[in-house]
């Protein structure tokens, strides 16, 4: 379970499957980047972090509900339909949206805590959206699955984590710093969409090594 071997595989599959990966999740993740620009165009720069929040929870759970979906299907050769894939997800949002307000307060309260808690956290708890949406368990308990699933394990998910969203957030620094968000709103909303539509790799990569632990824990 090498992580580089996670993350060629997880590459190769993120490719295959882009076109769809985009029909299904880029419209959503659009839609939460307006979202946020009304909100912040309304309530001002230094409005509390928690309207943000409150608009992730809107509109997150529901495409990576649905993108969790469609790598499970396809993991077992289905070909599964976009508006399926979609109604399933609406169901699961409830219960989704807890677990990301709970896991959300969480980390930031522990990236608060000399940032180290923060870490922890978010590799512990990197498996608790796909024990939800695959098996069924609610925010509390998919939670505790993951912190179980994750033992022996922290450093693999911790540097296949760290290998996606380390470049990532430095081209969102690198483009942000080339634009000004602020001069151009149409510009802004095209960075934060694309942005965060690459940021699904990581459900990707994190799926793959999920699949294999929870075989070889099966075992």
């Known amino acids: 379970m090498n992580p580089l071997t996670v993350l060629r595989d997880s590459l190769y599959f993120f490719q295959r499957n882009l076109s769809q990966i985009v029909t299904l999740c880029l419209p959503l993740v659009i ?3 307006i979202l946020q620009r009304i909100v912040d165009d309304a309530v001002g720069p230094d409005a509390s972090a928690g309207f943000g929040l409150i608009v992730g929870l809107l509109v997150y759970p529901l495409y990576t509900a649905a ?14 339909r976009n ?11 409830p219960r989704f949206a807890l677990l990301s307000a709970i896991s959300t307060l969480l980390i930031v309260l522990g990236l608060s805590m000399f940032f180290i808690p ?9 498996f608790s959206e796909y024990r939800l949406v695959l098996r069924g368990e609610a925010p509390l308990a998919a939670m505790k699955s993951s912190f179980n699933l994750s033992r022996g394990h922290f450093w ?12 990532l957030m430095l081209l969102k620094e690198f483009s942000y710093s080339l634009f000004s968000k602020d001069d151009n709103t149409l510009l802004s909303l095209v960075l934060d969409s694309a942005n965060s539509f690459l940021q699904l790799f990581v459900s990707v990569v994190l799926f793959r090594l999920f699949m294999l632990i929870s075989d070889k824990s099966d075992q």
């Open 31 to 33: 839609v939460e980047a």
């Open 118 to 126: 923060g870490i922890f956290l978010t590799v512990v708890l990197a």
């Open 83 to 93: 508006r399926e894939l979609l109604a399933q997800a609406v169901n699961l949002w």
């Open 67 to 80: 993108l969790i979906l469609f790598l499970d299907a396809r993991s077992r050769g289905e070909s599964p």
């Open 156 to 167: 693999r998910i911790f540097v296949c984590i760290l290998a996606v969203l380390g470049p």
